[in-house]
């Protein structure tokens, strides 16, 4: 039997799950290894939601681009 495959959240599940998080946080009554909990799939969530549009931009400056055979290249950010 052919396991499924796993598919990653949207850009906009990605953020309204964080957006949960934040605002559980924001409360303060979590106890401490919950709320450390909670963080830690804060960040995992904001690392993914960077990476999500990073690609995006790179699609996009790839559909922009004058070369119909321009290739996929690593995205730099150039404002860090």
């Known amino acids: 039997m052919a396991k ?4 990653s ?7 309204e799950e ?6 559980k946080l924001e409360v303060g ?3 401490l290894d919950e709320a ?3 963080f ?4 995992k969530l904001a690392k ?5 549009l990073k690609k995006a931009e790179q699609r996009i ?3 922009l681009s004058e070369s119909n055979d321009a290739e996929l290249t690593e995205f730099t950010d150039t404002d860090n």
Do not use: R
Not at 4 to 7: F, I, L
Not at 40 to 43: R, S, Y
């Open 4 to 7: 499924a495959q796993k598919q």
């Open 9 to 15: 959240p949207s850009f906009e599940q990605t953020l």
């Open 18 to 23: 964080l957006q949960n998080i934040v605002s």
């Open 29 to 31: 009554n979590l106890p």
């Open 36 to 38: 450390l909990n909670e």
């Open 40 to 43: 830690e799939k804060g960040v």
């Open 48 to 52: 993914q939601g960077q990476t999500q």
């Open 61 to 63: 400056q790839i559909l």
